[in-house]
């Protein structure tokens, strides 16, 4: 019988696979970060348990077009996408450590979606991600559903150093919804991702954050009170989790909304006043 490619595989290829996936190159991505002071209570009603707040109330956004090894090159009668990431993330604490907690990631294409949402419980989703750069003019773009829910611009106000390569840590939390629709599966974990960055080149920037209103990405709960970090430059990383520890289902449980685009955030309304 030939070769069913959904059927099991061999220990051999198993064993190839893993190898494989052991030795990926560096993958250099270019971007536009923004980080800003924001609302304190804010920041802090984003937060599961445990997770606490900073002393800072940060806010971060990541908007990056990634050279990813493999992707296909553009086809003459297509329109392809390039590869793109972001994440909207606030500043947070667990076990004496500070890092990020991020609230959505879009990509642009679902290989980017599976491993990180699978694996280290990312909240990813579909999206649309630009970064463009025209001269010293650069915009760069968080969109979905028809919504550029973050808008960064701003010009380039000359190089920056470059800064040692650093570890940055990000907080997920992993878990499966129940088959009956009622809580999850199994205990959800909270995980520590830790990723070593290094930067190749670094540029600042002297521009602005816009936050746009949308059901389903709400950051403009998260107001720009002042501009701390507005650049834009090249950046690889790696990333490792752990578990840190189990994370309470009945705390967790009115933050799981964050995850994915539920039909009943219609019926949450901006905050009183906000324009």
């Known amino acids: 019988m030939a070769r069913v490619r959904y059927g099991a595989r061999t220990e051999a290829e198993i064993a190839a696979a893993r190898a494989s996936s052991s030795r990926l190159p560096d993958i250099w991505s270019t971007g536009v970060v923004a980080v800003w002071e924001s609302d304190p209570d804010a920041v802090a009603a984003v937060l599961p348990p445990p997770l606490k ?5 940060l806010v971060r956004a990541n908007i990056s077009k990634v050279d990813l090894p493999g992707y296909p090159p553009p086809q003459p009668s297509a329109r392809e996408v390039p590869p793109g990431a972001g994440s909207v993330a606030v500043a947070a604490l667990h076990d004496g450590r500070e890092g990020w907690y991020p609230l959505v990631m879009p990509m642009t294409h679902e290989r980017a979606l599976i491993g990180g949402r699978e694996v280290f419980g990312e909240p990813k989703k579909l999206g649309e991600v630009t970064v463009e750069r025209d001269g010293l003019v650069v915009r760069a773009v968080l969109a979905r559903h028809g919504i ?3 808008e960064v611009r701003g010009a380039v106000d000359g190089p920056l150093p470059l800064p040692e390569p650093a570890e ?6 992993k878990f499966l919804p129940a088959v009956d629709g009622r809580g999850f599966d199994a205990d959800p974990v909270l995980v520590h991702c830790t990723r070593n960055e290094k930067v190749r080149r670094l540029e600042k920037l002297t521009g602005d954050v816009v936050l746009r209103e949308s059901v389903y990405d709400p950051v403009a709960d998260l107001p720009v009170r002042r501009v701390v970090e507005l650049t834009i430059g090249e950046k ?3 990333q490792k989790g752990r578990v840190a520890e189990r994370a309470s289902a009945q705390a967790l ?9 539920d039909p009943q955030q219609i019926l949450d309304g901006p905050p009183a006043g906000s324009a």
């Open 168 to 173: 940055k840590l990000d907080f997920y939390f």
């Open 236 to 238: 690889t990383t790696d």
């Open 53 to 57: 707040p900073t002393e800072r109330p």
């Open 148 to 150: 550029a829910f973050v």
């Open 253 to 261: 449980l009115p933050y799981i909304h964050q995850r994915y685009d």
